[in-house]
């Protein structure tokens, strides 16, 4: 069973409107945040795809490692924005 996380990600976003409505239009609700808890033996698959559909990576880790996975897409992320400003690899 494969899913996107788009969806999930879909569904998260919902809830957080609906308590945000709540919250605009004072109506009662016992809660104040919503989340989605994933278990730490959860094994996810990030998939890199290119232009044709034989060609993709996957990159598979726990889902306890993920905030090490988050501050290492930063990094990266901040390392390119660095070489797109003209600071080339190595300088």
Partial sequence: MT????????????????????????????????????????????RWAGPDTDFYHVVEFPARDLDKRIRAARDHLRYLKKRANGIKHGE
């Fill in 3 to 46: 899913k996107k996380i788009n969806k999930l990600i879909t569904y998260l976003s919902i809830l957080q409107e609906t308590l945000k409505f709540k919250e605009q239009e004072s109506i009662q609700t016992r809660y104040t945040d919503v989340d989605i808890e994933l278990p730490d033996d959860l094994e996810i698959h990030e």
